[in-house]
T-cell receptor, first 110, second 113 residues
Framework: DGGITQSPKYLFRKEGQNVTLSCEQN?????MYWYRQDPGQGLRLIYY???????QKGDIAEGYSVSREKKESFPLTVTSAQKNPTAFYLC?????????FGSGTQLSVL | AQSVSQHNHHVILSEAASLELGCNYS??????LFWYVQYPGQHLQLLLK??????LVKGIKGFEAEFIKSKFSFNLRKPSVQWSDTAEYFC???????????FGSGTQLTVLP
């Protein structure tokens, strides 16, 4: 079945450690997105990519990095520079403006 | 597993008509509820959210939603739509004790001038 797969579902990070969240889609969508949700707040856009080998910063890109080497994959790295990484991370893709969402990754700091 | 249903995939209205978009979820515990909007060519925006308290929630741009716990519903309403309300609307549910956010499949609203 086509869809967006995020892994892992739960991830724990030690202080000062970089971690990478995976997002894979087999929908043949050009555009992909990473959002973050904190308790009591709505989603905030971290990074997005409209096409392979190209991506743009969203509203809260500091402390994060992404790559888009393949159409199917848009991994998000949470670097040690991100001082408050504990959050729910949601990946999405879109075609003709319609969004499709992954199931998310909950990242917690040990 | 929890799920969110938006039964209307595409709604077409004339300007000044009233709007109600359905959202139902399948979970019996504490939930946090959201409506997001994506205007053509733009990113997701939060319209409104419900965490607790008054089940009638007012959001931006004249939208409101009512949480009816007995019906597991969180329908979005607007008394009089405008052409600029043309967009995709997503309902989302965040279970109270978990962090996972689950989205509905979205409803495309087209408002005819």
């Amino acid at each position: 079945d086509g869809g967006i797969t995020q892994s892992p579902k739960y991830l724990f990070r030690k202080e000062g450690q970089n971690v990478t969240l995976s997002c894979e889609q087999n929908l043949n969508h050009d555009a992909m997105y990473w959002y973050r949700q904190d308790p009591g707040q709505g989603l905030r856009l971290i990074y997005y990519s409209q096409i392979v080998n190209d991506f743009q910063k969203g509203d809260i890109a500091e402390g994060y990095s992404v790559s888009r080497e393949k159409k199917e994959s848009f991994p998000l790295t949470v670097t040690s520079a991100q001082k408050n990484p504990t959050a729910f991370y949601l990946c999405a893709s879109s075609i003709y403006g319609k969004l499709f969402f992954g199931s998310g990754t909950q990242l917690s700091v040990l | 597993a929890q799920s969110v249903s938006q039964h209307n995939h595409h709604v077409i209205l004339s300007e000044a008509a009233s709007l109600e978009l359905g959202c139902n979820y399948s979970y019996g515990g504490t939930v946090n509820l959201f409506w997001y909007v994506q205007y053509p060519g733009q990113h997701l925006q939060l319209l409104l959210k419900y965490f607790s308290g008054d089940p009638l929630v007012k959001g931006i741009k004249g939208f409101e939603a009512e949480f009816i716990k007995s019906k597991f519903s969180f329908n979005l309403r607007k008394p009089s739509v405008q052409w600029s309300d043309t967009a995709e609307y997503f309902c989302a549910v965040n279970l109270g004790s978990a962090r996972q956010l689950t989205f509905g499949s979205g409803t495309q609203l087209t408002v005819l001038p």
